[in-house]
């Protein structure tokens, strides 16, 4: 079984900066990619960025130019810098992993809360 753990989460004024860190643990599995989703109240789950394991990364065009996702290949962590936070920005952070084990799997955390007061 794979758990992810999330943290850094908070609030923020508009315009300052957060990081979200995210630890996966468990045994014997291969991670493909890792990904870091939001939630804002009363709206869909979005993506918000990806990165392979061994590639490129993607974001969408909300958070382009300020937001930075990177990965820690030996800690199994995935990290989102946030910079110029907006109250769009609101809302429940959510990571995810899609890897292997005995088969394609995919894992979700439990969310941290980001908040950007207006």
């Known amino acids: 079984q794979v758990q992810l753990v999330e943290s850094g989460g908070g609030l923020v004024q508009v315009g300052g900066s957060l990081r979200l860190s995210c630890v996966a643990s468990?045994?014997?599995?291969?991670?493909?990619?890792m990904a870091w989703y939001r939630q804002a109240p009363g709206k869909q789950r979005e993506l918000v960025a990806s990165?392979?394991?061994?590639?490129?990364?993607t974001y969408s065009d909300s958070v382009k130019g300020r937001f930075t996702i990177s990965r820690d290949n030996a800690k199994n962590t995935v990290y989102l810098q946030m910079n110029s936070l907006k109250p769009e920005d609101t809302g429940v952070y959510y990571c995810?992993?899609?890897?292997?084990?005995?088969?394609?799997?995919?894992?979700w955390g439990q969310g941290t809360q980001v908040t950007v007061p207006s």
């Open positions: 995810n992993l899609v890897g292997r084990l005995w088969g394609r799997f995919e894992a």
């Open positions: 468990g045994s014997s599995f291969s991670i493909d990619a």
């Open positions: 990165i392979t394991w061994d590639g490129p990364t």
